[in-house]
């Protein structure tokens, strides 16, 4: 697949966690739903670079994913 095509998958499945999420809604002025999808993002994000970075497990498209 195109490198693209990867980015672009990623970005969408975060769209729309975000969406799924939007009832939730704010506390304190602070977005839950914005925050909790950031910080469930960035761990997935750091077990897919381990996993294909580290340890070679997954092949580099998923880097880009």
Do not use: C, D
């Not at 693209?4 to 990623?10: A, E, M, N």
């Not at 704010?26 to 997935?44: C, E």
């Not at 294909?52 to 880009?64: D, H, K, M, P, T």
Request: aromatic content about 14%.
């Amino acid at each position: 697949m195109k490198n693209w095509i990867w980015v672009g998958l990623g970005g969408g499945l975060g769209a729309l966690a975000r969406t799924g999420l939007e009832p939730i809604g704010t506390y304190h002025q602070l977005p839950v739903n914005f925050f909790l999808i950031n910080v469930l993002g960035s761990f997935f994000i750091g077990i897919i670079m381990a996993l294909s970075a580290e340890l070679g497990v997954l092949a580099n498209q998923w880097r880009l994913f």
